[in-house]
T-cell receptor
Framework: TQLLEQSPQFLSIQEGENLTVYCNSS?????LQWYRQEPGEGPVLLVT?????EVKKLKRLTFQFGDARKDSSLHITAAQPGDTGLYLC????????????FGTGTKLQVIP | NAGVTQTPKFRILKIGQSMTLQCTQD?????MYWYRQDPGMGLKLIYY???????DKGEVPNGYNVSRSTTEDFPLRLELAAPSQTSVYFC??????????????FGPGTRLTVL
C-alpha cells in the first residue's frame, strides 16, 4: 500500500496569515491532485500537477510537485475564512483512478 | 445538471442488517467509484465500474457488493452490516479512467452508523 502522509493534520490560523500543507510519500507518482472538502460535502478538485518541479497557481493558492514526484505542497497566501475545509492530496502511479491513493487530510480552520 | 446524487444522507443500521446506498450521475460518465472515508484515513476505494455491466474491486471490497445495470446508476449493497462499516461513503464519477486528464466529481456522501 502506498502511503501519502499529510502534515499538519490540523491547522487553525487567523485570517490574513500564510500557511503551507505538505503531502509526502516514499513512492513516485505519475501525477498528483489536490482537493478541498467542506463539511457535509464531497471533495472538489483544485488542481492536478503532472511534471516534477511543476508549480501551479490558483489565485492565492500555490501548488508544487516535488522534483522526484514523491511529494507536493500547497501554500495559501493571506488565508480567508472561505479557505476553511479539509484539504486532501491524491496520487496515481499508473494514471488510472483505480490506482489512486488519497492522503490522510489536513483540516484547516481560518478564524476571522 | 445535478451532477452526482446520493441517497440517503444519513442512516443508522443494526448489526446484521442490509441496505443499499444509491448513487446516480447525469453527466453520462462511463466511470463510477465508491469510496469510504474514515477519520484521519483519507478515502479508500471500495469498488469501481468502467461502464454498464462492468465492475471491479478496489482496495477494500470485503462486505460490499455493487452492480451497474445503467450508465447513470451505481448502487452499493451492504449485506450484513458490521460496526467496522461505520463510515462516510462517497460515490464519484469521471468521463474516463485517466487520473491526469479527468476531474473526479463526488456526490455529497452518505453517513452510515452501524450499532
Amino acid at each position: 500500500t502506498q502511503l501519502l502522509e499529510q502534515s499538519p493534520q490540523f491547522l487553525s490560523i487567523q485570517e490574513g496569515e500564510n500557511l503551507t500543507v505538505y503531502c509526502n510519500s516514499s513512492s513516485v507518482f505519475s501525477s498528483l491532485q489536490w482537493y478541498r472538502q467542506e463539511p457535509g460535502e464531497g471533495p472538489v478538485l483544485l488542481v492536478t500537477v503532472v511534471t516534477g518541479g511543476e508549480v501551479k497557481k490558483l489565485k492565492r493558492l500555490t501548488f508544487q510537485f516535488g522534483d522526484a514526484r514523491k511529494d507536493s505542497s500547497l501554500h495559501i497566501t493571506a488565508a480567508q475564512p472561505g479557505d476553511t475545509g479539509l484539504y486532501l492530496c491524491a496520487g496515481a502511479r499508473s494514471g488510472g483512478y483505480q490506482k489512486v491513493t488519497f492522503g490522510t487530510g489536513t483540516k484547516l480552520q481560518v478564524i476571522p | 445538471n445535478a451532477g452526482v446524487t446520493q441517497t440517503p444522507k444519513f442512516r443508522i443500521l443494526k448489526i446484521g442488517q442490509s441496505m443499499t446506498l444509491q448513487c446516480t450521475q447525469d453527466m453520462n460518465h462511463n466511470y463510477m467509484y465508491w469510496y469510504r472515508q474514515d477519520p484521519g484515513m483519507g478515502l479508500k476505494l471500495i469498488y469501481y465500474s468502467v461502464g454498464a455491466g462492468i465492475t471491479d474491486k478496489g482496495e477494500v471490497p470485503n462486505g460490499y457488493n455493487v452492480s451497474r445495470s445503467t450508465t447513470e446508476d451505481f448502487p452499493l449493497r451492504l449485506e450484513l452490516a458490521a460496526p467496522s462499516q461505520t463510515s462516510v461513503y462517497f460515490c464519484a464519477s469521471t468521463a474516463s479512467g485517466s487520473f491526469t486528464y479527468n476531474e473526479q466529481f463526488f456526490g455529497p456522501g452518505t453517513r452510515l452508523t452501524v450499532l
